[in-house]
């Protein structure tokens, strides 16, 4: 490059932008999916985070494809249909030390993977899970899955009938310490909240509605950008100060409510409609009830508790991950085989 | 061996060659007074087996136990029992209707089976009246009184007292109020028995030197120790039986010997259902943890996509598939050699698996740890094929040898490797030829570390790929990697004389086989050559042994002769050599079916 060109600049962990980057997308031009994977990037190079600690995990979809077009630096598994979090899951048994970014469609997660999907939300790993929500399955041609809203349009005109699967309801519900509901259109509050749900150590459950500009972005189709521009409710103006920030001690927050996250640094959240309590859970349930009557989509952080102890703390394993323990731990001695020997002889 | 008549019984004595059999109530606590028998025997010297068969049921629904000792070592199961001991009202009837011919039967007074059976040899007990005289606590009766009989057939048939008082606390592992309890309740259904019945059969046990250094263990014990030792790290499991003793076993054994200062060395995780358990080891494997679950055919057919997965994306881990029988939910409770086509190829696509068979505990406890090295050695998933009769019945076995071979962990690249190669590698080259690629951890702190893990097509360098090119050569990788495996599978067990005539075996069908290839030669003149399979794929061994006999038998617990359609299809131009000798009804093999199936084959060849 010529000299004169200014350096670009660099983050805590001496990386460039650059170096977060995916291989080229080859989803359809305009797909929500797209603007999200943007986000995705400048969050971890924000964040500083080293590529070589952060694992990508999906299942099947055009959403769960999106990992190959983020943080090349990282591993990645793109497993199978609906079954992400059981893989999830093992990497973080194999080593506690990764941080992890799930990502999935809702069909992926709220049809073929509900049952793991709950499961997972039990159990709180160290891991981002992203449902990339359009209510629809992109990838074998557009048709409805169960986060689809009752009423609501297929491009040929059928209608579904049947009541949709509020997945942030299902994640308050069975635990998940850190919910949000976003709108890929809103690239500002989502990448302050996949900001601050990277620095969250636990399981962070993102909704993030986004378009499919193929199958579902007509009239009609209650998850379309036209729909979204018009029906979005942004309850928060959401804040993210990494902890390495020098003003993060003098900072004046105001009324806005402050938590401090797993790696130090701090989400602000300020409440923009109502006063809303991101730390009730019941509060949660009833915004959420309430808004499938009114059909506005309110979005921002839908619940945050404080951190609580993960799944690989409450299985009392070593602190060094399991994949790095060598034959001399691995292989109790032979005066072990001996005592079990003696007692069943 | 000639019927004892009933009228007749003391002209001889049958030392140390029995089968009794006892039939009591599920849930009526019957197992800690048949253990106790068994152990007796087994420590007084005498060979011996012991197989549960039991309802899937919790309580209330018949079961039964039956021992085999025998002084030649002869320790299958065997179609009739000498001795019957009726504890179950409910079955007695059926149970006494069953008895051969000659059979002693043990039952409570009350139920006259000597009307009944007068072709047998009774001894009628009155349980009721004397646990209430044994016991005088009401509420504990119900625990003491399989104890009574315990102690009426170790008068009958002169067992050692002291090794049955022994038993009773190894069994009830030195809990000194049960051990109070049960102990009289031997002893004065022993001295009741000695004062009452007149001895009116010929079998007796005595002492002899048949088990040194011997061990009594369940294969799903043996199994979970050979994994405990070959250094397994995360376990995922759901429960199925028969398979789920050995989850609970290991982890019983991780609990106690793999802890670092008050840490675990491992992680034991009951999963929401198969699919998971399996995700779980597709994600530890990955990221280079030594992985393993158990289960049986349900749970392997749930498993089957993450298997194909696993298969193609390279990814180590170990399945144990405690097979039962029939599909669906079968016979849960029964054995079976059914699942063999459907692990060797397992999921869709082109897939085939490492599998090993082991047919002892020893080989059990040697394969854990042996399958956890072939998973990480070939990056794929391997599984342990065992059986219900292995991995839930209790089996003498020469005490497990240490394992001093250091793990395998197979083509890892850490970050001084890394380091040294620029940073230049691809996961799927095959760099040296034998189709294993090298791989990386996640979490290996080196830029270039990372790769793409995928189910769809891909390059070396595990790009994303469709060319027909770069798929095409990748299956011919894995197809090489499968060639390479022929030559490190366990090798099968052969015992070649130049006969004519072969048998093929595996697994839990040996103790029948070895029984029946005895009585072959002594009973009919036929002598057999032996080959006993190890292992999937078939090592060159299997193919010499075909291509150097006539004919060769395939003995297998199935109904369509899975392991002979398996030979033939590998190995096709020896099809017209093999004939099945089929054994399908739940339970185990005996040596008189073998006998019979190969003597009919014979004299129509
Ligand atoms: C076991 C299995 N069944 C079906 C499919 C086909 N399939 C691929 S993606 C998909 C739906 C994906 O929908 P979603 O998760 O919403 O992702 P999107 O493409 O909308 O982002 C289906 C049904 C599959 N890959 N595997
Ligand atoms: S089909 Fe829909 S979801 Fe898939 S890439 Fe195209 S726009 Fe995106
Ligand atoms: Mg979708």
Request: proline content about 5%; aromatic content about 8%.
């Amino acid at each position: 490059m010529a000299g004169t060109a200014e350096a670009p600049s660099t983050n805590k962990v001496g990386l460039q932008k650059k170096d977060y980057a995916g291989s080229k997308s080859t989803l359809c031009i305009g797909c929500g999916h797209d603007l999200i994977t943007a986000r995705i990037i400048d969050a971890a190079f924000d964040n500083s985070i080293k590529p070589e600690n952060l694992v990508k995990l999906s299942g099947i979809g055009c959403s769960s494809k999106t990992p190959a077009y983020f943080v090349s630096r990282s591993f990645s598994f793109n497993s199978v249909h609906g079954r992400m979090p059981s893989v999830a899951t093992g990497t973080a048994l194999a080593n506690r030390n990764l941080k992890m970014i799930g990502v999935s469609g809702d069909g992926d997660t709220a049809n073929i993977g509900m049952g793991q999907f709950v499961h997972v939300m039990r159990r709180n790993l160290n891991m981002v899970y992203i449902v990339e929500n359009n209510g629809v399955y992109g990838l074998t041609k557009g048709q409805f899955s169960a986060t689809a809203d009752k009423g609501s349009k297929l491009k040929h005109g059928q209608v579904n009938h049947m009541h949709a699967i509020d997945l942030c309801a299902l994640a308050v519900e069975l635990g998940c310490g850190f919910v949000a509901r976003l709108f890929a259109g809103n690239t500002k509050m989502m990448k302050q909240v996949l900001q601050s749900a990277l620095a969250y150590k636990g399981t962070a459950f993102l909704d993030i509605i986004s378009p499919c500009v193929t199958f579902n972005n007509h009239e009609g189709s209650t998850k379309s950008f036209p729909w979204m521009k018009s029906n979005e409710l942004a309850m928060q103006d959401i804040g993210f100060v990494p902890a390495y920030d020098p003003h993060y001690e003098e900072m004046d927050h105001g009324d806005e409510r402050v938590i401090k996250l797993g790696d130090g640094s701090k989400i602000t959240i300020k409440a923009l409609d109502k006063d809303y309590d991101p730390a009730s859970r019941t509060g949660a349930l009833q915004l959420l009830a309430e808004h499938h009557e009114s059909g506005k989509v309110p979005t921002g952080v839908i619940y945050l508790a404080g951190e609580t102890p993960r799944f690989v703390d409450h299985l009392g394993m070593v602190d060094v991950p399991l994949s790095s323990l060598k034959e001399d731990v691995l292989r109790p001695s032979k005066s072990v085989l001996d005592e079990v020997m003696d007692s069943l002889a | 061996m000639a019927t004892a008549q009933a009228a007749e019984p003391q002209t001889r004595t049958i030392v140390n060659d029995l089968v009794l059999h006892v039939a009591t109530a599920n849930g009526s606590g019957s197992q800690t007074s048949n253990m106790v028998l068994l152990r007796s025997l087994f420590q007084m010297g005498i060979p011996i087996s012991g197989k549960n068969l039991f309802p899937s049921n919790i309580q209330g629904l018949p079961t039964w136990f039956t021992i085999r000792a025998n002084k030649d070592g002869w320790i299958a199961r065997k179609q009739d029992a000498d001795i019957v001991v009726c504890m179950n009202p409910d079955t007695s009837d059926e149970d006494a209707e069953t008895a051969r011919k000659g059979a002693i039967l043990i039952y409570e007074e009350t139920l006259n089976l000597a009307d009944k059976r007068p072709d047998c040899i009774h001894y009628a007990v009155p349980f009721k009246k004397l646990i209430a005289e044994a016991c005088p606590d009401v509420r504990l009766r119900k625990l003491v009184i399989n104890m009574l009989y315990v102690g009426v057939c170790a008068q009958l048939f002169n067992f050692d007292m002291e090794e049955v008082r022994k038993a009773i606390s190894t069994q009830l592992a030195g809990k000194q109020k049960a051990i109070d309890l049960n102990v009289p309740a031997v002893e004065f259904g022993y001295k009741w028995a000695a004062e009452n019945l007149k001895k009116a059969d010929p079998y007796r046990v005595e002492r002899m030197d048949g088990n040194k250094g011997k061990i009594i263990i369940e294969g799903n014990a043996a199994t979970a120790l050979g994994l405990m030792f070959g250094g397994v790290s995360v376990v995922t499991w759901y429960p199925i039986t028969p398979s789920s003793s050995l989850c609970e076993y290991l982890d019983e054994y991780l609990n106690k010997y793999r802890i670092q200062d008050g840490k675990r060395t491992f992680a034991v995780v009951q999963a929401e259902d198969e699919i998971a358990a399996v995700g779980m080891l597709a994600g530890a494997g990955w990221a280079g943890a030594r992985a393993f679950t158990s289960t049986s055919g349900p749970g392997i057919s749930l498993m089957n996509e993450i298997i194909g997965l696993a298969y193609f994306a390279e990814i180590p881990f170990v399945i144990c598939n405690v097979a039962r029988t029939g599909p669906s939910t079968g016979l849960p409770t029964r054995t079976m050699q059914g699942d063999l086509i459907s692990l060797f190829y397992a999921s869709h696509g082109d897939t085939k698996h490492i599998v090993v068979i082991p047919s002892t505990p020893k080989e059990a406890f040697e394969m854990g740890g042996e399958a956890l090295n072939l998973a990480e050695e070939f990056q794929t998933p391997v599984f342990i094929l065992s059986d219900l009769d292995l991995g839930m019945n209790y089996w003498m076995s020469d005490r497990f040898d240490y394992p001093t071979e250091p793990f395998r962990r197979g083509k890892v690249l850490d970050k001084e490797a890394l380091d040294k190669l620029n940073g230049q590698w691809g996961r799927y080259r095959d760099v040296d030829g034998d189709g294993i690629a090298y791989r990386t951890y996640p979490g290996t702190d080196h830029p270039k570390a990372a790769y793409f893990t995928r189910g769809t097509g891909h390059t070396p360098d595990a790009a994303y790929s469709e060319k027909p090119e770069h798929w095409k050569s990748n299956m011919d990788r894995l197809a090489r990697k499968f060639e390479t495996a022929k030559t490190r599978v366990p090798k099968p067990e052969i015992h070649s004389n130049g006969h004519a005539a072969g048998l093929i075996y595996f697994g839990t069908t040996t103790e029948a086989v070895r029984e029946a290839l005895s009585a072959l030669d002594h009973q009919h003149g036929l002598k057999l050559d032996l080959c006993r399979l190890r292992a999937f794929p078939f090592t060159q061994e299997v193919e010499d042994f075909l291509h150097s006999h006539e004919r060769v038998y395939v003995v297998e617990l199935n109904r369509d002769g899975q392991m002979r359609m398996t030979l033939n299809a590998e190995l096709p131009r020896f099809a017209g050599k093999l004939r099945s000798v089929l054994h399908y009804d739940g339970m185990p093999l005996t040596a008189d079916n073998v006998v019979q199936q190969v003597v009919s084959m014979e004299r129509e060849k």
